[in-house]
């Protein structure tokens, strides 16, 4: 016998829907601005839709977040080197749509339940595919962890305050030197 499914059949693309306009309204008004009613508004799905999937605020958050990170991953191309360049040009393509508006609100106050979600959804699946992708290029030295750090900080603060772009050859130039991989540009 098959289970009987009670209410309306769930649609596939309100995940999808409710993620995208959660990240819009997130980069608009901020995490204390957020709304579970006006995410539902925004994306034109019931109040009661967004609560069968997620629990609340920060659930919905966190999961927006993810997905956004796994939207800017990159494929393995075999080319270890430039695979590490197009993740460092995705990090700091974000910059300007939300990412360094996100590192701020973590730096200015590292202890809200924003600074938190996005360090845990956002900031260190990032760090971590960096990671992975530098350890390929410069082997697992036992500092590989803080070159990434070093190369992600330096990229972040020459994007957001220096208004560079992550495309530049000189500022790949100086972000791989930071992480410590000779370049040969």
């Known amino acids: 016998m098959q289970p009987v499914h009670r209410g309306r059949p769930r649609q596939a693309d309100i995940d999808r829907v409710a993620l995208e ?3 819009a309204l997130l980069q608009e008004r901020g995490y204390d601005g957020l709304r579970m009613k006006d995410v539902a508004e925004s994306a034109g799905i019931g109040l009661g839709a ?3 999937r997620w629990a609340g605020k ?3 958050v966190m ?3 993810r997905a956004d990170v796994t939207q800017h991953e990159t494929e393995d191309t075999g080319d270890p080197f430039a695979d590490l360049v197009t993740a460092l040009e995705r990090i700091g393509d974000a910059v300007p749509h939300g990412l360094g508006r996100l590192f701020a609100a973590c ?3 590292p202890d809200s339940e924003l600074a938190r979600v996005a360090i845990e959804a956002k900031l260190t699946p990032m760090l971590d595919g960096l990671t992975v992708r530098l350890e390929r290029v410069a ?3 036992p500092d590989v962890r803080l070159r990434a750090e070093s190369g992600l900080l ?3 603060w020459h994007t957001a305050v220096g208004g560079q772009t992550a495309d530049t050859t000189a500022l790949q130039r100086r972000v791989l030197k930071v ?6 540009l």
């Not at 992480?179 to 040969?184: H, I, R």
């Open 139 to 141: 082997g697992t030295a």
């Open 179 to 184: 992480m410590g991989v000779s370049t040969g």
């Open 21 to 23: 306009h959660t990240l």
């Open 107 to 109: 730096l200015a106050d």
């Open 63 to 65: 999961a927006a977040l």
């Open 50 to 52: 967004l609560y069968r």
């Open 154 to 156: 330096y990229l972040l």
């Open 58 to 60: 920060k659930e919905l």
